[in-house]
């Protein structure tokens, strides 16, 4: 491979090898001073100005930007933006209370109290807090299950029939929203007091775009009742969208034809409409407010043709004037609504700080994780007490007021003050709107949710995973119902994660001549295996699940068998020693055949009794054949076999034992291409668990038994002193095997064993990258 000449600007490293113990020299480590943890819960509640200052803004955030509002800058675009955003809140107010199965003006209320809570406590500028379709339909399976219109059915004193006490419905209705909604506030409020926003994290993007598409879809049945004006079951649990689209199906003969020409003209109105804001969008100062426009028309055609009367098309009914006084929640509620509590509150959330991330990453500015917790459970909790139910930004609303104008929380202000002049003064205009126009609304709402089913296409060509994630996910929200939805799709996201770090990819590192990089060698062609050693490396982090797999993935790519090698060895020093014993037994047979004949020499023998007499033997006898015998006893008292080896049995042990002592040290390499060192590379190592250190301990025991050495490379700092404390470095273990880098311990293989005549790589230290040793 060829590279291009430098220059001035050829890079030359020339420093010596740097393992552990030589890096914390030179780079100076520092000590791990900790302070007890006395001292440290002293100091967190340890009050001073600064700290009560910084206290009091970031739990009041209002406190910090309000006083630097320029009226100049911002307030035509607030107010703009607050007058659009508070017509926008009237009809989807009116439509969402439907899906949360509490009356119309409740759905102003929930509109009203929690923008005025967000002003004070939100920390996102363009974000517009109030009912919202997935949440609210979360809300309504919850007031529909504990409250179905069957146990509201009395019987008529004129005809006999059977009708719905429908005051004390809506009573109920509203009072297990509220207390549902206290409930997610509660929730909310004590995640982010305990600093836990990290937990929207685990619902990752795929998952909550899967969610929400999924909920999406039982919006629409719940309101195709309305659409055909019919009456439906109340279903719920899992299956309960396939028998509410199975009934649904049951009862078309009985479609309300007034209420399906209403729906059909009123999507063709809005879509129209919708279509023209957007391709004009540059050219328009305001997007136009065709869902008011709708719902004045509407009303004014139904209160003059009584649609009700004549055609029996539903209505929204009675809208009282005023507000309402706050209501205790009903405690006794929230053990049976506590599940479905919960996983609102982390919907609602993730909905939330996705959008205000969004906007704040757009303009500028910072959205903190966990105030917005408190701010959203706040909102929850104070809406809960004026009957409202639960709240969390929408998309639609939020778009709106960011392309209006509105610049800060003054916009939710504004659109409140409209809100509140519609609730005391306007609301009762709207008693005639047919359903069906509520039902139109939505759906066409609905669009930026089901425009998410091209995350399917994307997700393909992209990341199959998280494709997997978001069609399990829809599915699991459409046949189990939101709250068990929610809770299969976190599993399973949760078990891809599993999934992905126990099947990582597993490689052979090889060097780029010229260079101190080391790249996979089946990647790149020019990724060169250096003669004699092997650099493994796992793209992800070892622990636990995956020790096994690592290493057998080890042996697998090194094509060392470590079992079979000490296996191996084990025979031969097995043999070894039989042989020794046998050449022992041997020998003291000889010796006592020699003692029994000591007393009856022949001629020509000479009795030795010690090493001098046998030099002085040898010396008078010269060159005569002479049968040397040992004495019984020695100088010690003590049989004397310093000669046996000179016998033609014991120099073939020698002989033995030196070959077997040398295939020990050649085992390793004898097998494997002559590789004589392992390195790990646990660069992609992030935390290191007992069961990682007993598998490395393992590692570096089993290749030094077969004569191979084992070098570590790569190690953070975390992993260093989590490796210490677990007592991995010892005598056998050294912190010398602990390298700064893949080169560090490719140089210092190379050096050491250059020497023992092993195979080296010549090109290690190339002209333009050298290393003094």
């Given at each position: 491979?060829?590279?291009?000449?430098?220059?001035?600007?050829?890079f030359y490293v020339d420093r010596a090898v740097m393992n552990e113990i030589s890096l914390n020299d030179v780079a100076r480590k520092r000590t791990n001073s900790t302070k007890p943890l006395k001292e440290r819960l002293k100091e967190s509640l340890r009050c001073s100005v600064p700290k009560l200052k910084r206290s009091v803004l970031g739990f009041l955030p209002v406190l910090s930007w309000l006083p630097k509002y320029s009226v100049r800058d911002n307030a035509l675009g607030d107010l703009t933006s607050g007058i659009s955003v508070g017509i926008m809140?009237?009809?989807?107010?009116?439509?969402?209370?439907?899906?949360?199965?509490?009356?119309?003006?409740?759905?102003?209320?929930?509109?009203?109290?929690?923008?005025?809570?967000y002003f004070f406590f939100g920390t996102s500028k363009h974000i517009s807090i109030g009912p919202f379709a997935v949440t609210s339909l979360m809300v309504g399976t919850v007031t529909q299950t504990l409250a179905p219109n069957s146990n509201y059915m009395t019987l008529n004193g004129t005809n006999g029939s059977a009708v719905?006490?429908?005051?004390?419905?809506?009573?109920?209705?509203?009072?297990?929203?509220?207390?549902?909604?206290?409930?997610?506030?509660?929730?909310?409020?004590?995640?982010?007091?305990?600093?836990?926003?990290?937990?929207?994290?685990?619902?990752?993007?795929?998952?909550?775009?899967?969610?929400?598409?999924?909920?999406?879809?039982?919006?629409?049945?719940?309101?195709?009742?309305?659409?055909?004006?019919?009456?439906?079951?109340?279903?719920?649990?899992?299956?309960?969208?396939?028998?509410?689209?199975?009934?649904?199906?049951?009862?078309?003969?009985?479609?309300?034809?007034?209420?399906?020409?209403i729906t059909l003209v009123a999507l063709a109105v809005l879509i129209t409409v919708k279509e023209l804001n957007t391709c004009f969008a540059k050219k328009l100062p305001a997007p136009i407010p065709i869902e008011l426009i709708v719902i004045v028309v509407g009303t004014i055609i139904s209160s003059y043709t009584n649609l009700s009367g004549l055609y029996k098309v539903a209505v929204v009914g009675q809208i009282p004037k005023g507000l309402l006084p706050p209501r205790n929640p009903?405690?006794?509620?929230?053990?049976?609504?506590?599940?479905?509590?919960?996983?609102?509150?982390?919907?609602?959330?993730?909905?939330s700080i996705s959008l205000g991330k969004t906007?704040?990453?757009?303009?500028?500015?910072?959205?903190?994780?966990?105030?917005?917790?408190?701010?959203?459970?706040?909102?929850?909790?104070?809406?809960?007490?004026?009957?409202?139910?639960?709240?969390?930004?929408?998309?639609?609303?939020?778009?709106?007021?960011?392309?209006?104008?509105?610049?800060?929380?003054?916009?939710?202000v504004v659109s409140a003050v409209v809100l509140l002049i519609i609730i005391l003064e306007i609301g009762p205009l709207f008693q005639q709107l047919p359903k069906a126009v509520l039902a139109c609304i939505i759906y066409v709402n609905m669009k930026g949710m089901f425009m998410q089913f091209w995350d399917i296409p994307a997700l393909w060509k992209s990341n199959k995973v998280d494709l997997m994630v978001w069609l399990v996910t829809l599915v699991s929200v459409v046949l189990l119902n939101l709250d068990i939805g929610l809770a299969v799709s976190v599993g399973f996201s949760i078990l891809t994660v599993i999934f992905r770090s126990q099947l990582p990819r597993y490689s052979i590192l090889g060097r780029v001549p010229g260079t101190e990089i080391y790249l996979d060698t089946d990647s790149y062609d020019e990724a060169k295996q250096i003669p004699g050693i092997i650099i493994f490396r796992s793209s992800t982090t070892v622990y636990y699940t995956n020790a096994e797999l690592y290493l057998d993935a080890l042996q697998e790519k090194t094509g060392i068998d470590v079992g079979t090698l000490l296996t191996q060895k084990k025979e031969r020093e097995d043999k070894q020693k039989r042989q020794a014993k046998q050449e022992e037994n041997k020998?003291?047979?000889?010796?006592?055949?020699?003692?029994?004949?000591?007393?009856?020499?022949?001629?020509?023998?000479?009795?030795?009794?010690?090493?001098?007499?046998?030099?002085?033997?040898?010396?008078?006898?010269?060159?005569?054949?002479?049968?040397?015998?040992?004495?019984?006893?020695?100088?010690?008292g003590q049989i004397n076999r310093a000669f046996e080896v000179g016998s033609e049995t014991g120099i073939q042990g020698n002989e033995n034992r030196k070959s077997i002592t040398k295939g020990d040290e050649e085992m390793g390499r004898s097998f494997n291409h002559n590789t004589h060192t392992i390195i790990l590379d646990l660069s992609t190592a992030s935390f290191i668990d007992t069961v990682t250190v007993k598998t490395l301990r393992n590692i570096f025991k089993d290749f030094k038994g077969i004569g191979i050495d084992t070098y570590l490379t790569g190690c953070q700092f975390c992993v260093v002193e989590q490796l210490s404390k677990a007592g991995f470095f010892c005598e056998s273990i050294p912190k010398r095997c602990l390298f700064a880098?893949?080169?560090?311990?490719?140089?210092?293989?190379?050096?050491?064993?250059e020497d023992k005549g092993l195979p080296s790589y010549d090109s290690a230290l190339d002209t333009d990258f050298s290393t003094k040793m």
């Amino acid at each position: 491979m060829a590279f291009p000449e430098q220059g001035a600007e050829r890079f030359y490293v020339d420093r010596a090898v740097m393992n552990e113990i030589s890096l914390n020299d030179v780079a100076r480590k520092r000590t791990n001073s900790t302070k007890p943890l006395k001292e440290r819960l002293k100091e967190s509640l340890r009050c001073s100005v600064p700290k009560l200052k910084r206290s009091v803004l970031g739990f009041l955030p209002v406190l910090s930007w309000l006083p630097k509002y320029s009226v100049r800058d911002n307030a035509l675009g607030d107010l703009t933006s607050g007058i659009s955003v508070g017509i926008m809140h009237l009809p989807l107010g009116l439509a969402y209370a439907l899906l949360a199965g509490t009356p119309p003006v409740y759905g102003l209320y929930t509109s009203f109290y929690p923008t005025l809570v967000y002003f004070f406590f939100g920390t996102s500028k363009h974000i517009s807090i109030g009912p919202f379709a997935v949440t609210s339909l979360m809300v309504g399976t919850v007031t529909q299950t504990l409250a179905p219109n069957s146990n509201y059915m009395t019987l008529n004193g004129t005809n006999g029939s059977a009708v719905i006490d429908t005051a004390a419905l809506n009573y109920d209705r509203v009072r297990i929203a509220s207390s549902l909604t206290v409930l997610c506030g509660i929730f909310q409020i004590a995640m982010g007091l305990l600093q836990v926003g990290f937990i929207a994290t685990y619902l990752s993007d795929p998952l909550v775009r899967g969610y929400t598409t999924g909920a999406s879809i039982q919006v629409v049945l719940s309101q195709l009742s309305n659409t055909f004006g019919i009456s439906t079951s109340l279903y719920s649990g899992p299956l309960s969208q396939v028998y509410l689209l199975i009934d649904i199906c049951r009862h078309l003969p009985t479609t309300n034809i007034g209420a399906l020409v209403i729906t059909l003209v009123a999507l063709a109105v809005l879509i129209t409409v919708k279509e023209l804001n957007t391709c004009f969008a540059k050219k328009l100062p305001a997007p136009i407010p065709i869902e008011l426009i709708v719902i004045v028309v509407g009303t004014i055609i139904s209160s003059y043709t009584n649609l009700s009367g004549l055609y029996k098309v539903a209505v929204v009914g009675q809208i009282p004037k005023g507000l309402l006084p706050p209501r205790n929640p009903d405690i006794s509620l929230w053990g049976s609504v506590a599940g479905s509590a919960f996983a609102l509150a982390i919907v609602g959330y993730a909905i939330s700080i996705s959008l205000g991330k969004t906007f704040g990453l757009k303009y500028g500015y910072k959205v903190d994780s966990n105030q917005e917790l408190i701010a959203l459970g706040l909102c929850n909790t104070a809406g809960g007490f004026f009957q409202c139910h639960f709240i969390t930004p929408s998309l639609a609303r939020s778009l709106l007021q960011e392309t209006t104008g509105g610049k800060t929380q003054v916009t939710g202000v504004v659109s409140a003050v409209v809100l509140l002049i519609i609730i005391l003064e306007i609301g009762p205009l709207f008693q005639q709107l047919p359903k069906a126009v509520l039902a139109c609304i939505i759906y066409v709402n609905m669009k930026g949710m089901f425009m998410q089913f091209w995350d399917i296409p994307a997700l393909w060509k992209s990341n199959k995973v998280d494709l997997m994630v978001w069609l399990v996910t829809l599915v699991s929200v459409v046949l189990l119902n939101l709250d068990i939805g929610l809770a299969v799709s976190v599993g399973f996201s949760i078990l891809t994660v599993i999934f992905r770090s126990q099947l990582p990819r597993y490689s052979i590192l090889g060097r780029v001549p010229g260079t101190e990089i080391y790249l996979d060698t089946d990647s790149y062609d020019e990724a060169k295996q250096i003669p004699g050693i092997i650099i493994f490396r796992s793209s992800t982090t070892v622990y636990y699940t995956n020790a096994e797999l690592y290493l057998d993935a080890l042996q697998e790519k090194t094509g060392i068998d470590v079992g079979t090698l000490l296996t191996q060895k084990k025979e031969r020093e097995d043999k070894q020693k039989r042989q020794a014993k046998q050449e022992e037994n041997k020998a003291k047979k000889e010796a006592k055949k020699l003692k029994r004949l000591n007393g009856q020499l022949p001629n020509g023998t000479l009795h030795a009794e010690n090493q001098r007499d046998i030099e002085m033997a040898s010396s008078d006898l010269n060159g005569n054949q002479l049968a040397v015998v040992f004495s019984d006893k020695d100088n010690n008292g003590q049989i004397n076999r310093a000669f046996e080896v000179g016998s033609e049995t014991g120099i073939q042990g020698n002989e033995n034992r030196k070959s077997i002592t040398k295939g020990d040290e050649e085992m390793g390499r004898s097998f494997n291409h002559n590789t004589h060192t392992i390195i790990l590379d646990l660069s992609t190592a992030s935390f290191i668990d007992t069961v990682t250190v007993k598998t490395l301990r393992n590692i570096f025991k089993d290749f030094k038994g077969i004569g191979i050495d084992t070098y570590l490379t790569g190690c953070q700092f975390c992993v260093v002193e989590q490796l210490s404390k677990a007592g991995f470095f010892c005598e056998s273990i050294p912190k010398r095997c602990l390298f700064a880098t893949v080169h560090d311990a490719v140089l210092h293989s190379i050096q050491i064993h250059e020497d023992k005549g092993l195979p080296s790589y010549d090109s290690a230290l190339d002209t333009d990258f050298s290393t003094k040793m």
